[in-house]
């Protein structure tokens, strides 16, 4: 029965999104994306994050260090700057559950790489020889293979961290021979920092930071533009009121703005106001 309720819930708020959607003239979800970078904001901090990548990719560098609270945009910065690459770089293998044994990251890296045809929890130098053979390989094939690594704060074997350096070992003559961007919550850095060697190889560290109100209101006006939005449906307080309740993160951002449309379709109203807007945050507890 609680399961049922639980469908029956979810099919309700779906099916009024799509008339929400109807009813404020939208094409498409305004704050949710459909794909990766879709509905990319070029935000100060943001943007000086992706023109680095670009230059660590480009120059074929050893490693980078992303950095940013919980909800800042890190996980769908990265998505939008692969999403952006081209050949020579790749293949990229995506690590998202990064706690892992040294053996186990290197095999797993290795099928990310293309060769699936060593088996689970093979002996350590087996994985290390098909590792070898994968950047040589990419390396005769002209590209170069991009590795990221996200929440990688939650790494707390001391043995990841060393494997991590001794692999960026790994050249082809004065280049990397393959690029690890290391993306986490600001303890991160302390993280690398007790890993002098791996430190080192950091070409340079991104901070990311939450949007500016001119920025969450710039923000709020290109998603709801990028859905079709012909005239302003958040007045001009309600985005100062939703920049000072989310604090300017994304995930807060777009959160309480697909509440608000859904309220504000509910409510049958013309342009969503700041009491909108302050009833969501209290029940999305993000009322400040």
């Given at each position: 029965?609680?399961?049922?309720?639980?469908?029956?819930?979810?099919?309700?708020?779906?099916?009024?999104?799509?008339?929400?959607?109807?009813?404020?003239?939208?094409?498409?979800?305004?704050?949710?994306?459909?794909?990766?970078?879709?509905?990319?904001?070029?935000?100060?901090?943001?943007?000086?994050?992706?023109?680095?990548?670009?230059?660590?990719?480009?120059?074929?560098?050893?490693?980078?260090?992303?950095?940013?609270?919980?909800?800042?945009?890190?996980?769908?910065?990265i998505d939008a700057?692969?999403?952006?690459?081209?050949?020579?770089?790749?293949?990229?293998?995506?690590?998202?559950?990064?706690q892992l044994q040294?053996?186990?990251?290197?095999?797993?890296?290795?099928?990310?790489?293309?060769?699936?045809?060593?088996?689970?929890?093979?002996?350590?130098?087996?994985?290390?020889?098909?590792?070898?053979?994968?950047?040589?390989?990419?390396?005769?094939?002209?590209?170069?293979?991009?590795?990221?690594?996200?929440?990688?704060?939650?790494?707390?074997?001391?043995?990841?961290?060393?494997?991590?350096?001794?692999?960026?070992?790994?050249?082809?003559?004065?280049?990397?021979?393959?690029?690890?961007?290391?993306?986490?919550?600001?303890?991160?850095?302390?993280?690398?920092?007790?890993?002098?060697?791996?430190?080192?190889?950091?070409?340079?560290?991104?901070?990311?930071?939450?949007?500016s109100l001119e920025?969450?209101?710039?923000?709020?006006?290109?998603?709801?533009?990028?859905?079709?939005?012909?005239?302003?449906?958040?007045?001009?307080?309600?985005?100062?009121?939703?920049?000072?309740?989310?604090?300017?993160?994304?995930?807060?951002?777009?959160?309480?703005?697909?509440?608000?449309?859904?309220?504000?379709?509910?409510?049958?109203?013309?342009?969503?106001?700041?009491?909108?807007?302050?009833?969501?945050?209290?029940?999305?507890?993000?009322?400040?």
């Amino acid at each position: 029965m609680a399961e049922r309720l639980r469908r029956d819930f979810v099919s309700f708020v779906e099916s009024a999104r799509v008339m929400y959607e109807d009813y404020w003239q939208l094409t498409r979800p305004a704050f949710r994306a459909q794909s990766p970078g879709e509905g990319y904001f070029p935000a100060q901090t943001h943007r000086a994050a992706r023109l680095k990548l670009r230059y660590l990719i480009e120059q074929k560098q050893p490693a980078a260090l992303m950095v940013g609270d919980a909800g800042v945009g890190k996980s769908f910065l990265i998505d939008a700057f692969l999403s952006d690459l081209g050949a020579p770089a790749g293949p990229i293998a995506t690590v998202l559950v990064p706690q892992l044994q040294p053996n186990e990251l290197v095999g797993y890296l290795v099928r990310k790489l293309g060769d699936d045809s060593g088996l689970t929890g093979e002996p350590f130098d087996h994985s290390l020889l098909r590792w070898e053979a994968c950047l040589e390989t990419w390396r005769d094939a002209g590209r170069h293979p991009v590795i990221v690594i996200d929440d990688a704060q939650t790494i707390e074997d001391r043995h990841v961290w060393q494997t991590l350096q001794l692999l960026l070992n790994y050249r082809h003559g004065d280049t990397a021979a393959f690029s690890l961007i290391l993306c986490g919550q600001p303890e991160l850095v302390g993280q690398i920092g007790r890993c002098p060697a791996l430190h080192d190889r950091l070409a340079f560290t991104c901070a990311l930071q939450p949007f500016s109100l001119e920025e969450t209101a710039g923000y709020v006006r290109h998603r709801l533009q990028l859905a079709g939005a012909s005239s302003p449906i958040f007045d001009e307080d309600a985005i100062e009121r939703i920049h000072h309740c989310t604090r300017g993160f994304p995930r807060r951002i777009n959160r309480l703005c697909d509440f608000a449309l859904l309220v504000g379709f509910a409510d049958q109203l013309e342009q969503i106001a700041t009491e909108q807007v302050d009833a969501v945050a209290e029940e999305l507890q993000l009322a400040a």
